[in-house]
């Protein structure tokens, strides 16, 4: 493989601030054309990173400069920011939109109440919506590592005694409520924003190989195995 081909992996010293070593390095390699910073995009894992970096290349520039767009690609609610700042979503990415949080909150607490009613464990509206928030959390989670129920539903042999029980009764209502909330999804025509992410990422990867960026990219500091975030990392 020619050495242009291959991507470059560097390492910061602990002793070092990771941000400011970070904006330095980029400073140092793409500075030199006034407009080369400005054509790059940098991937990082949040937005405190974001914020981090944003405030290291001001202090490294000595003055002003346009910076590379700082993009905070393990984000779990970027929703539209992603694909702006990525890639301009155009109709190869036939990406519905996503649902918005409370919207989906109030449904999965509707679907909560009908789904203990029926079984004569009836709850109340307040309860109904803490567990339709920690249902969003968990179809969010496996949305993002890719895990079907199916998976969930392996473990269960491996739980033993009065977990087991509790186990049992956890996945039972999650099941009933995965089978009937992608339905309650397609008649609003939208899909959750993990999912959306995923397909946004996963959207990304494929246009930057057939048609990479004209500037430099650079991925820094992501430590998640997410499926789709690791898609976009081995095309860069």
Same mark, same amino acid.
């Given at each position: 493989?020619?050495?242009?081909?291959?991507?470059?992996?560097?390492?910061?010293?602990?002793?070092?601030?990771?941000?400011?070593?970070?904006?330095?390095?980029?400073?140092?390699?793409?500075?030199?054309?006034?407009?080369?910073?400005?054509?790059?995009?940098?991937?990082?894992?949040?937005?405190?990173?974001?914020?981090?970096?944003?405030?290291?290349?001001?202090?490294?520039?000595?003055? #002003?400069?346009?910076?590379?767009?700082?993009?905070?690609?393990?984000?779990?609610? !970027? *929703?539209?920011? $992603? &694909?702006? =700042?990525? %890639?301009?979503?155009?109709?190869?990415?036939?990406?519905?939109?996503?649902?918005?949080?409370?919207?989906?909150?109030?449904?999965?607490?509707?679907?909560?109440?009908?789904?203990? #009613?029926?079984?004569?464990?009836?709850?109340?509206?307040?309860?109904?919506?803490? !567990? *339709?928030?920690? $249902? &969003?959390? =968990?179809? %969010?989670?496996?949305?993002?590592?890719?895990?079907?129920?199916?998976?969930?539903?392996?473990?269960?042999?491996?739980?033993?005694?009065?977990?087991?029980?509790?186990?049992?009764?956890?996945?039972?209502?999650?099941?009933?409520?995965?089978?009937?909330?992608?339905?309650?999804?397609?008649? $609003? &025509?939208?899909?959750?924003?993990?999912?959306?992410?995923?397909?946004?990422?996963?959207?990304?990867?494929?246009?930057?190989?057939?048609?990479?960026?004209?500037?430099?990219?650079?991925?820094?500091?992501?430590?998640?195995?997410?499926?789709?975030?690791?898609?976009?990392?081995?095309?860069?």
């Amino acid at each position: 493989m020619a050495e242009r081909e291959r991507p470059a992996v560097f390492t910061i010293p602990a002793h070092r601030a990771f941000s400011d070593a970070l904006a330095s390095g980029i400073i140092a390699q793409h500075g030199k054309d006034a407009l080369g910073l400005a054509r790059g995009i940098v991937l990082l894992p949040n937005n405190r990173a974001v914020r981090a970096v944003s405030s290291a290349f001001v202090r490294q520039s000595g003055g #002003g400069l346009l910076m590379p767009r700082l993009v905070p690609i393990g984000d779990e609610n !970027l *929703g539209e920011r $992603l &694909g702006n =700042a990525l %890639d301009p979503i155009g109709e190869g990415a036939d990406v519905p939109p996503a649902i918005p949080p409370m919207q989906r909150q109030m449904i999965l607490a509707r679907l909560v109440q009908e789904t203990r #009613g029926a079984k004569g464990q009836p709850v109340d509206a307040g309860e109904a919506m803490r !567990l *339709g928030q920690a $249902l &969003g959390q =968990a179809i %969010d989670q496996m949305l993002i590592e890719k895990v079907s129920p199916q998976k969930l539903r392996d473990m269960e042999g491996q739980v033993t005694g009065e977990l087991s029980d509790h186990w049992r009764s956890s996945l039972q209502l999650l099941e009933l409520l995965l089978a009937r909330w992608p339905d309650e999804l397609a008649k $609003l &025509g939208m899909i959750d924003m993990a999912d959306r992410r995923n397909r946004l990422l996963e959207y990304v990867a494929r246009r930057w190989r057939d048609m990479p960026p004209g500037g430099f990219v650079i991925a820094a500091g992501i430590a998640t195995s997410a499926p789709a975030i690791t898609a976009v990392l081995r095309t860069i």
